[in-house]
């Protein structure tokens, strides 16, 4: 039986919030290793917190691992473990096989040197012989489109640029673990295509890969298994669909008290009886995944009566980002009732949050609004794919009418 390319036992890593006590206590551990008198390795000192705390699990070679939580959740300190650049106070770690990494942007590279320099060192720290990179340099080049800028310092170059750099020689190097922070997050929508493409192809050669990420489409798609961290604690760990719904639960958990509606300080437009529906069925019934729905609200204005506005309606996922914003203009009234009727809006099974506010034509100024006016849910009873992503955020357009009356 083949054994694991990664296993991990009881494994902590802490932190202190404090720069002086943590010179300190670095100081005073180098000297208790000396003297072996005992670690302070299992528990905290003053200002200390743990970072992961008490992480096992294995990866089995060739086995594509996702890794997903909030930020500070642990996810770059687990890899930066795995990669040797940080070493555990409690448990330990076993990796098997040669590592390539691309864990932070620039992460290997020198300033001062230029691209084509950097790719030479980059790749001795990766472990690729001289003649090995010369044979790989095109191919290189070629998938970081950074041609002519081959000759500049890696100081000029873009934070993209650096990243498309830094994955095009790690995926060159013949690793058997490819460890890939959330950088890919960095590049246009190209490269993460190409990034992607590259991460099957090494799949497909039994690389075992560990993948950090917030983009939860690319998780989908790559990850076999997916490990949920928060708070720097294992909450869950299996299938991935299933890790995507915790993640999702654990983010509108902790947001859920931030989202209380709260009324612009600028009242030149004021809103009112904001409320989402769906259009069949009953009127206080869930939204299906799909249904067309309705959204309506009231507004009052005596200064922009007679003028021209800009309506704008956002919808927003629990954890703050944007769905989808729908703008129209109209001649606002003294007092009106609007309805938007959306037709198929896609947003999966989640709960979501809806902003309503109001703009002069050509001016980015509110003059009037709600800030998470209201919830509501979208439900499915069949399990499936329903996420529509691009890159970091997705913004859905929304086929809808406006609608004016009582």
């Known amino acids: 039986m083949r054994a694991p390319a990664i296993e991990v036992h009881g494994l902590s890593k802490k932190f202190c919030k404090s720069l002086r006590r943590a010179l300190y206590y670095g100081a005073v551990d180098v000297l208790r290793s000396f003297i072996a008198s005992g670690t302070t390795g299992a528990r905290l000192r003053r200002d200390e917190f743990w970072a992961l705390d008490r992480l096992s699990f294995e990866v089995a070679a060739g086995e594509t691992l996702g890794v997903i939580g909030e930020n500070g959740s642990g996810k770059s300190t687990l890899l930066k473990l795995l990669n040797g650049i940080l070493l555990p106070d409690a448990g330990h770690v076993t990796v098997r096989g040669r590592v390539g990494a691309l864990i932070e942007v620039g992460a290997g590279f020198h300033p001062m040197l230029t691209g084509r320099e950097n790719i030479y060192v980059n790749g001795a720290i990766l472990g690729m012989s001289r003649a090995e990179i010369d044979a790989k340099y095109e191919s290189i080049v070629e998938f970081a489109d950074v041609g002519t800028f081959l000759d500049v310092p890696i100081r000029n170059y873009s934070s993209g640029m650096v990243v498309r750099l830094g994955f ?129 609200f009231g507004y009052e204005t005596q200064k922009y009566a007679g003028e ?99």
Not at 248 to 259: E, K
Not at 263 to 278: A, K, N, T
Not at 313 to 337: L, Y
Not at 375 to 398: A, K, M, P
Request: net charge negative; glycine share 8%.
């Open 168 to 296: 095009a020689v790690a995926i060159h190097a013949e690793v058997d673990l490819l460890l890939v922070d959330e950088v890919l997050a960095v590049g246009d929508a190209l490269f993460q295509y190409k990034c992607f493409e590259r991460i099957r192809e090494l799949r497909e050669r039994g690389v075992t890969i560990v993948l950090v990420s917030h983009a939860m489409s690319l998780i989908e798609r790559v990850c076999q298994r997916t490990l949920v961290l928060d708070r720097g604690r294992p909450v869950f760990l299996g299938d991935t669909a299933l890790a995507i719904e915790k993640y999702f639960d654990l983010v509108s958990a902790d947001v859920r008290t931030d989202h209380r509606p709260r009324e612009l300080d600028v009242r030149e437009v004021r809103f009112s009886g904001i409320q989402v529906r769906p259009e069949t069925g009953r009127p206080d019934g869930p939204i299906h995944f799909g249904q067309d729905l309705a959204i309506t």
């Open 308 to 406: 021209e506005l800009e309506f704008r309606i956002g919808i927003k996922t629990m954890g703050g980002i944007m769905a989808s914003m729908m703008r129209f203009r109209r001649r606002a009234s003294v007092a009106e009732k609007l309805t938007l009727r959306v037709h198929e809006p896609r947003l999966w099974p989640s709960t979501y949050i809806i902003n309503v506010s109001a703009c002069p034509v050509g001016m980015d100024i509110h003059v009037g609004g709600w800030n998470n006016a209201l919830t509501f849910q979208v439900v499915s009873e069949e399990r499936g794919d329903y996420r529509f992503e691009y890159g970091q955020e997705y913004i859905v357009l929304f086929d809808y009418t406006v609608e004016s009356g009582p």
